[in-house]
């Protein structure tokens, strides 16, 4: 009992009031903090802490960095890390006050034998900075308020017995809400304040469940749809080779929100059942692409088709566009995915398994392909790296990536 938070528990209750200790400081209950160590008779931070703490506030370096030699690290070339970043912050303030000469020291004593490559020419350089305002924005560095976070920096090298991380009970907090985000089977994306004060769980009752609303407008099966980035419109390709884009209206009515969608466009003179399209990134396009050899470019607003591309491959599986609205991807050979500016000029080509769909980063370095071949292949847009595979045990007939570029989801077969 006497080494438990209670007598159901299975935390240290050390451990919990240590945490509930440093959350009543970061709070600004500082008088409820000291109150809370006299009555549970414990230290939640020790002596030698303290006086490392007061060290580097007031900017006291040989002192902190006789008090950080003495800490227990995680590893070793984590006390090496933590000796670093003192000299650091060191350096750095010497250069904020214009004290070139004794920076120029520190630097070349005490941090050039420690530091890694790149760190010790990004420092040096910042002896060239003749204003404050630049030398923060090249180091990536605020004086107010580094020295707490070089103490907070400090603190995730160190073993938590000694010094707790910063913010634990928020990153605890954190990471039970993500779990039970990812265990909600009807979860709206859209909710943005979770409760702490109760288990998170949608109800199904969120899910749309009734139609509002039937789109009559082709004369044939309906085999692709897509909305535009802004959601105003919603383009929909067919088996009758055309394409309607459709208008949708939400009413601003907040207890009696109706839904119109009208059909403002029809593209016509495509040639071959369309089986695919692709918004531009300003929603002013659409390519578009199906069972012939052919992929189309169109002026949405004006109904017109602005120029067409070909392929070697009879039925053309997918497009799509750069991020920037540059370009577009298209299999244009079997082996072979080419890069195109809207002109209709090759930029640059992929030796590659057939594909059966493709996607682009959102910062449009990466190029993920789903290949006929059971594989997932990633190019790279930019430079010359070699391609990476993932291998899968069953069909991939399409492919999706997270809007953090992160993670792919698959369709297997």
Not at 260 to 266: F, I, L
Not at 380 to 402: D, F, K, M, R, Y
């Amino acid at each position: 009992m006497d080494g438990e938070a209670g007598s159901s528990s299975r935390f240290s209750r050390e451990e919990v009031l240590r945490i509930i200790h440093q959350s009543l400081v970061d709070l600004g209950l500082p008088n409820t903090s000291k109150l809370l160590e006299q009555e549970a008779k414990i230290t939640f931070e020790s002596a030698h802490v303290q006086e490392l703490r007061t060290a580097i506030f007031a900017s006291q370096w040989h002192e902190a960095l006789q008090l950080a030699q003495k800490l227990s690290y995680k590893s070793e070339s984590m006390k090496s890390r933590a000796l670093f970043l003192i000299y650091r912050q060191q350096y750095l303030e010497l250069l904020f006050e214009k004290r070139e000469e004794e920076a120029l020291y520190v630097l070349q004593s005490y941090i050039s034998p420690i530091a890694l490559t790149p760190d010790l020419c990004s420092l040096t350089s910042l002896i060239l900075c003749t204003e404050t305002e630049d030398l923060e924005t090249e180091a990536q560095w605020s004086f107010q308020g580094s020295k707490q976070k070089l103490f907070d920096e400090i603190s995730v090298l160190v073993v938590p017995s000694q010094i707790l991380p910063a913010k634990r009970l928020e990153s605890l907090l954190s990471h039970a809400v993500s779990h039970q985000l990812s265990q909600c089977i009807y979860h709206n994306s859209q909710l943005t304040n979770i409760s702490l004060l109760e288990d998170h769980i949608c109800s199904k009752d969120g899910l749309p469940l009734t139609t509002d609303c039937i789109l009559e407008g082709h004369q044939d099966e309906v085999w692709f749809i897509q909305f535009s980035h802004n959601g105003r419109f919603l383009a929909s390709a067919s088996k009758d080779e055309t394409v309607v884009i459709w208008s949708i209206h939400i009413s601003d009515e907040p207890d009696n929100q109706t839904l119109t969608v009208t059909k403002v466009q029809t593209l016509r003179g495509h040639g071959a059942p369309l089986s695919y399209l692709a918004w531009s990134p300003d929603d002013r396009h659409i390519l578009t692409c199906g069972t012939n050899s052919q992929v189309k470019l169109w002026d949405v607003e004006r109904g017109i088709c602005e120029n067409t591309y070909f392929s070697k491959l009879k039925e053309i599986p997918a497009v799509c566009w750069l991020p920037d609205g540059s370009g577009f991807i298209l299999p244009a050979e079997e082996q072979q995915i080419y890069l195109y500016n809207t002109r209709g000029v090759v930029l640059k080509k992929w030796t590659s398994s057939r594909a059966n769909d493709f996607v682009i980063s959102s910062d449009g370095k990466k190029l993920i392909v789903a290949c006929q071949e059971k594989k997932i292949v990633i190019h790279c847009l930019e430079g010359h790296q070699p391609s990476q595979t993932i291998q899968e045990i069953e069909n991939i007939t399409s492919i999706a990536l997270s809007s953090d570029n992160r993670y792919v989801a698959v369709n297997l077969t």
